[in-house]
């Protein structure tokens, strides 16, 4: 399903083999919380979705782990940035700017940091609504717009 829905919006991006049950099990364990459901389902199906330029639009279920540990626990970060705790970054624009899930309060909805002002705003309804938005546009600021 989310192969198909990301081919008909962007028939050049890139998928990766699926995630195991198995690694997402390990991976929500790591990060102390569930991963939203629609998320799951499409590291299910491609463990990633690579974008125009090669973006990360939706990084694997390795970088998911790794950057949120990083967000959520790096001095550097808690010193230059309001807390990360309440968001699960999933993916990026490639310049540095980051889309995430809001997790507390859970909802569907997805926000983008902007890392040079540290503002975080309200860019898609859900996942699906995120994926169609950031590859049918083919510019990496699509969500300036």
């Not at 102390?32 to 799951?40: Q, S």
């Not at 968001?87 to 899930?101: E, H, I, K, P, Y």
């Not at 309200?122 to 699509?142: I, P, Q």
Request: charged share 25%.
């Amino acid at each position: 399903m989310w192969k198909q829905a990301v081919a008909e919006v962007f028939p050049g991006a890139g998928f990766r083999e699926p995630a195991e049950v198995s690694d997402l099990v390990a991976a929500e364990k790591r990060l102390g919380r569930t991963l939203p459901a629609e998320l799951r389902k499409l590291l299910l199906e491609s463990n990633g979705v690579i974008g125009h330029t090669h973006v990360d639009t939706v990084w694997s279920i390795d970088q998911i782990v790794e950057r949120n540990l990083l967000f959520w626990s790096g001095e550097t970060f808690a010193q230059l940035y309001m807390p990360f705790d309440a968001l699960l970054f999933f993916g990026d624009n490639g310049g540095g700017d980051q889309f995430a899930f809001v997790q507390k309060p859970e909802r569907p909805d997805i926000f983008v940091w902007e890392h040079e002002s540290d503002s975080r705003r309200w860019v898609a309804n859900n996942l699906r609504d995120y994926l169609s938005r950031a590859l049918h546009t083919g510019g990496d600021d699509w969500y300036q717009r």
